[in-house]
């Protein structure tokens, strides 16, 4: 397996892009989301891959780091989601707005993804739901140095913020982007959290 690409990002369009190592140009394949964050054509860029073999082709799929891998890896391997849907998931949510998607039952923010129906989001939820918790999101994924119950606690915090958002008439993802923004959310409790949080939309 290619573990990763390391080189010079020569050229993105859409969810493909190349980057140059050596001198091999490689075709990667990137969600949407990816392609957002990369930066300039010319400059440096390192790219964890997946590589997809086929009786008739060899298919590498990029991401920003090995916990983004993993959650593509996840959503292949739920029955009916490919590569190429795993991808139209990805290229709609976030891996951490995924996450989140997950641990709080919304089904329709993932069957936004093209192609993607209420019924498949349904199955993603019930084949990942069990395989994620608050301590993956990226908020928490650091805290590595906290007591196990603090982790959860902050999770939990988190999550109620979250939801008052969304109750709040604010979408799945920007109330995920904007506790994740939050600067030490993980020592806070819920009602501190949901007002840092509402300061984000202000801007």
Known sequence: MIS?????????????????????????????????????????????????????????????????????????NVNGIGPKGALAVLSTLTP???RMAVLTG?????????????????RILLDLKDKISFEDLETFADQGAAQPAGRAAAAG????????????GYSLSEAGRAVRAVEGAEQMDSEQILKAALKQFRF
């Open 4 to 76: 990763f690409v390391q080189g010079t990002l020569a050229a993105k369009e859409g969810d493909l892009i190349v980057v140059q190592a050596g001198a091999v140009g490689l075709n990667i394949h990137v969600p949407l989301t990816v392609t957002e964050q990369l930066p300039k054509t010319g400059e440096e860029v390192m790219i964890h891959t997946y590589l997809k073999v086929a009786e008739d082709s060899l298919t590498l799929y990029g991401f920003l780091s090995v916990r983004d891998r993993e959650m593509f890896c996840r959503l292949i």
């Open 96 to 98: 951490d707005d995924l």
């Open 157 to 168: 915090a988190a999550s109620e913020a979250v939801e008052a958002l969304v109750q709040l």
């Open 106 to 122: 919304d089904a329709k923010a993932i069957a936004r993804a093209p192609g993607v129906g209420l019924k498949t989001a349904q």
